[in-house]
């Protein structure tokens, strides 16, 4: 993408208006709410702004003074949702961290992340727009980045000796392994959801235990792994 592209691109997502009074923050929560649950209802595909409107009972033309369309609603949510990811994780952060097991450090980080998880709304075909709408690329570039990059700090807290681009590259498995499996966690029943749980927790132990002190992994060079 051009750099002339990226502020026309960006203002084409932005909101009409940043809300200010109470009721028009109001106004917009309901919007991203009511779009998270149309599109656990009938998809990314069949998502369209006269239907958001018709569900919030207000015109089109009233939907867009908050935003002037689809993509950009779907914007809006994502980074509802990474803020709350990024506040899951610093809160992970605060943790004693040198001092945890790592066993006990896995299940604090699933755990907190399910619960992001669970909380959004249309969050399967969410991610599915952030990975194949072009305008939503970045999101998903951003997502990626602000976990893995929590991970390989939380990594070296943890007392892993493995150099940066090994670090990296676990913080990329973990972030994989547990993305795919927690958006089958939050469509499972409990007892499911419980086993698939306890599956994932302890295929990243043995991935990370087994890598942790690993200080010349080979093939790998001086090159930081994508």
Same mark, same amino acid.
């Not at 592209?5 to 909101?15: D, G, H, N, Y």
């Not at 028009?24 to 709410?33: E, G, K, P, V």
């Not at 749980?197 to 295929?203: A, F, P, S, V």
């Given at each position: 993408m051009s750099n002339t592209?990226?502020?026309?691109?960006? +203002? $084409?997502? +932005?909101?009409r208006r940043e809300p200010i009074q109470a009721r028009?923050?109001?106004? +917009?929560? $309901?919007?991203?709410?009511v779009t998270g649950r149309l599109l656990e209802e009938v998809g990314l595909d069949d998502l369209t702004t006269i239907l958001i409107a018709r569900k919030l009972d207000i015109s089109v033309g009233s939907l867009y003074h908050y935003f002037p369309n689809k993509h950009a609603i779907l914007y809006a949510m994502g980074e509802q949702w990474l803020a709350s990811i990024s506040g899951a994780m610093a809160e992970l952060a605060e943790l004693d961290l040198e001092d945890m097991a790592l066993e006990?450090?896995?299940?604090?980080?699933?755990?907190?992340?399910l619960t992001v998880y669970r909380e959004q709304r249309g969050l399967l075909p969410l991610v599915q727009a952030m990975w194949g709408i072009p305008e939503l690329h970045e999101l998903d570039e951003s997502h990626d980045e602000l976990v893995i990059g929590h991970l390989v700090e939380m990594f070296r807290r943890l007392g892993f000796s493995c150099p940066p681009n090994e670090l990296n590259r676990l913080g990329r498995l973990t972030l994989e392994s547990c993305h795919a499996l927690l958006l089958v966690m939050v469509n499972q029943a409990e007892r499911r959801?419980?086993?698939?749980?306890?599956?994932?927790? $302890?295929?990243?132990f043995t991935l990370l235990d087994g890598r942790r002190n690993d200080t010349s992994p080979e093939g790998l060079g001086d090159v930081e792994a994508p």
């Open positions: 592209e990226q502020p026309k691109r960006k +203002s $084409q997502l +932005s909101p028009a923050r109001a106004r +917009s929560r $309901q919007i991203l709410d006990n450090f896995i299940d604090e980080f699933i755990g907190r992340l959801a419980q086993r698939t749980r306890e599956d994932l927790q $302890q295929m990243l």
